[in-house]
């Protein structure tokens, strides 16, 4: 099993800055990729950013340039960092793991991010 905890969200207004962070617990070796994902209010779910167990990181192409996404093993962690956030950003940020031993997909519990003047 693996435990996701996200935190960092909260109200931002247009242009600001916000760092998203999921503790991780639980079988951490078995895990190759990290992502996090967004849900709008009426929208399907989707990939924001990537990370694999090695480093390699992808993109939707509207968060190219203003996020990025970095993990610290020591601490189990992995970063979403926002800049320039824009009233589209606005959703429920997910994190998600997967177990490259047994292909599972592990769920954080979501945490709100409002973009608003």
């Known amino acids: 099993q693996v435990q996701l905890v996200e935190s960092g969200g909260g109200l931002v207004q247009p242009g600001g800055s916000l760092r998203l962070s999921c503790a991780v617990s639980?079988?951490?070796?078995?895990?190759?990729?990290m992502g996090w994902y967004r849900q709008a209010p009426g929208q399907e779910r989707e990939s924001v950013a990537s990370i694999t167990s090695g480093g390699v990181v992808n993109y939707r192409t509207s968060a190219k340039g203003r996020f990025t996404i970095s993990r610290d093993n020591a601490k189990n962690t992995v970063y979403l960092q926002m800049n320039s956030l824009k009233p589209e950003d606005t959703a429920v940020y997910y994190c998600r793991a997967t177990e490259w031993t047994t292909g599972n997909i592990y769920w954080g519990q979501g945490t709100q991010v409002t973009v608003s003047s």
């Open positions: 639980g079988r951490i070796l078995s895990i190759n990729i």
